[in-house]
């Protein structure tokens, strides 16, 4: 019997029966991941499929003992081979997995209620990156000015000052594509510009010191975990909307780049211009 199973929000498979049990023991499947297979009408998750088939796959517990679910596994065992971890009991086999999800901030719980827990923060850190993406815009046209400048006796240091701008521009183009994707390496990146932007005193200090917030609370560590993205995945009903506030800040900060490079521009004209005879 093949199996399918949905993670990061691919669908991956078929895989085998024995593969499927390996991939449950190491945890890369848990209660709540979607999985299907032949005979099974729609996707479902995998702890509703444990749980109804523990009766008849479980061997019969002893007499008086107390049957729990493992709220990994989705199996029945007797109250004392289970441990209670958060909300739930896990058994031996599950108890790693378990706890290092906890460690990263996500439990295998409801998927529903962790989504909705952290969306708003999830939509921040998203908005991040599309102000990233408007800074990249604006950082071109700058590279471009200062390359189609007219060169005097400085030419090479303006065609490096300007090719230098450029690169940074892809590079910030990139890490708002991967704050949008919620990548993890984008948060070291996005975490240097923002100690970049710290300098800004004093408005770039307090909106910089709101992005470093955004990416490194604990909120933050949870919305780029892996664990995040499988949540995710099976939660594509809910959608986040991006808060008044924070488009106030992305406002702003337009408008700050808008005129740094007017005044650039500006600033470059009057220098180039010929001194009136």
């Known amino acids: 019997m093949n199996w399918f199973y949905a993670h990061e929000g691919k669908q991956i498979g078929p895989v085998t029966e024995e593969e499927f049990q390996q991939l449950?023991?190491?945890?890369?499947?848990?209660?709540?991941?979607?999985?299907w297979r032949e005979g099974l009408a729609n996707w479902r998750p995998l702890g509703e499929l444990t749980a109804s088939a523990a009766p008849t796959s479980q061997p019969a517990l002893n007499p008086g003992a107390a049957a729990l679910v493992c709220s990994g596994c989705g199996q029945a065992f007797p109250a004392d081979e289970v441990v209670r971890l958060g909300d739930g009991?896990?058994?031996?086999?599950?108890?790693?997995?378990?706890?290092?999800?906890?460690?990263?901030?996500v439990a295998a719980s409801d998927v529903e209620d962790i989504r909705n827990e952290h969306i708003?923060?999830?939509?921040?850190?998203?908005?991040?990156?599309?102000?990233?993406?408007?800074?990249?815009?604006?950082?071109?046209?700058?590279g471009g000015m200062i390359l189609v400048a007219p060169s005097g006796p400085t030419g090479v240091e303006t065609v490096m000052a300007g090719g230098f701008i450029i690169c940074a521009a892809a590079l910030q183009f990139a890490t708002g594509l991967a704050?949008?994707?919620?990548?993890?390496?984008?948060?070291?990146?996005?975490?240097?510009?923002?100690?970049?932007?710290?300098?800004?005193?004093?408005?770039?200090?307090?909106i910089n010191g709101f992005i470093l917030y955004?990416?490194?609370?604990?909120k933050g560590k949870t919305v780029f975990s892996p664990e995040y993205q499988e949540v995710i995945a099976q939660t594509p009903h809910i959608k986040y909307r991006t808060s008044i506030i924070v488009w106030i800040v992305l406002g702003i900060l337009v408008l700050i780049i808008l005129l740094a490079v007017m005044g650039a521009?500006?600033?470059?004209?009057?220098?180039?211009?010929?001194?009136?005879p």
């Not at 948060?187 to 932007?197: H, T």
């Not at 521009?265 to 009136?276: C, G, K, L």
């Open 24 to 35: 449950r023991a190491s945890g890369v499947i848990a209660a709540g991941t979607l999985v």
């Open 89 to 105: 009991f896990v058994c031996a086999a599950c108890k790693p997995v378990e706890l290092q999800r906890l460690r990263e901030g």
């Open 120 to 142: 708003k923060h999830e939509a921040s850190v998203k908005s991040v990156g599309v102000l990233y993406f408007i800074g990249a815009f604006f950082m071109v046209l700058l």
């Open 179 to 206: 704050l949008r994707r919620l990548k993890r390496w984008a948060r070291i990146v996005a975490g240097i510009f923002s100690g970049v932007g710290l300098l800004g005193f004093p408005l770039g200090t307090i």
């Open 214 to 218: 955004l990416l490194f609370s604990k």
């Open 265 to 276: 521009f500006v600033s470059r004209t009057i220098q180039t211009a010929p001194a009136a």
